[in-house]
């Protein structure tokens, strides 16, 4: 520091008043002002006795099981529970429909419970246990005699259901590679949001939807019958508009 103080007087006396030689030498000296976002007031936030997500049984406790068909409507369109937060402030969403293993299922309890901090995190599940049988036939087995037995059980989700909440005194930075390494394992396309993020993304489909240019939209086309489009389209495509193709969601339809 003294150095600096002796070079500039030396060059102020040699070269008189000139601004470029001072303040090449006296800019090192001054620093600016820092400013710094206010941390979030945690102090309305309540942490449960057990936050940890609890184990979910593989089979239902039923007391005779019943073989199903395929009801491929359980995942297919708009998730129409499940679909908002609760309690937590981070969420992993369902961005389509598809099935849940047990498997996933813990690969979800293990992952979060051994990373998140217990004394400031909770997680909590928004999906039920595995309830849905599946059949399958045996290896080498000849074609009739009939459905299978049952061999597991999954949990349908439809696009827009919350698999798993978090919360506590964390902010999205802390828990994000977790929800993020977690949603990359899922057998259907699914993202981490937050509460602000999630309604950014209802608030974005409503906007498309108020502001559209296009007239010729897929309830237009659909409820004209245009080139007797009526005859190729489903009684699910005609309630969802198009905007759902099997358990595939259209983000860009209207």
């Not at 449960?48 to 099981?65: E, R, S, T, Y």
């Not at 849905?132 to 059980?153: F, V």
């Not at 439809?158 to 919360?167: D, T």
Request: net charge positive; glycine share 10%; hydrophobic share 35%.
């Amino acid at each position: 520091m003294m150095s600096l103080l002796k070079n500039t007087i030396s060059c102020w006396r040699t070269h008189g008043l000139q601004g470029s030689c001072i303040q090449s030498h006296m800019r090192i000296l001054f620093a600016g002002i820092k400013t710094y976002d206010i941390p979030p007031d945690y102090s309305d936030v309540v942490l449960p006795d057990k936050p940890k997500l609890k184990f979910l049984n593989k089979v239902p406790n039923f007391k005779k099981a019943k073989k199903e068909k395929k009801k491929l409507r359980d995942i297919q369109g708009p998730a129409q529970a499940a679909n908002t937060f609760t309690v937590g402030s981070y969420a992993i969403v369902a961005l389509g429909g598809g099935y849940i293993h047990w498997g996933h299922i813990e690969m979800i309890r293990l992952t979060i419970n051994r990373k998140m901090d217990v004394r400031s995190t909770f997680a909590k599940w928004r999906i039920n246990a595995p309830y849905k049988p599946i059949t399958r036939k045996g290896l080498g087995q000849r074609m009739g005699g009939g459905k299978g037995a049952i061999d597991h059980y999954v949990t349908p989700v439809r696009c827009g259901r919350l698999i798993v909440e978090v919360g506590g005194r964390v902010e999205l930075g802390e828990v994000e590679p977790i929800l993020t390494e977690v949603a990359k394992k899922l057998p259907f396309p699914a993202r981490v949001v937050s509460r602000e993020s999630l309604a950014a993304m209802h608030a974005e489909q409503a906007e498309k939807e108020q502001n559209n240019q296009n007239p010729w939209t897929f309830r237009e086309v659909a409820c004209g019958n245009m080139l007797g489009i009526r005859k190729v389209l489903s009684p699910l495509d005609l309630h969802n508009h198009g905007r759902f193709t099997g358990k595939f969601h259209l983000p860009g339809r209207v």
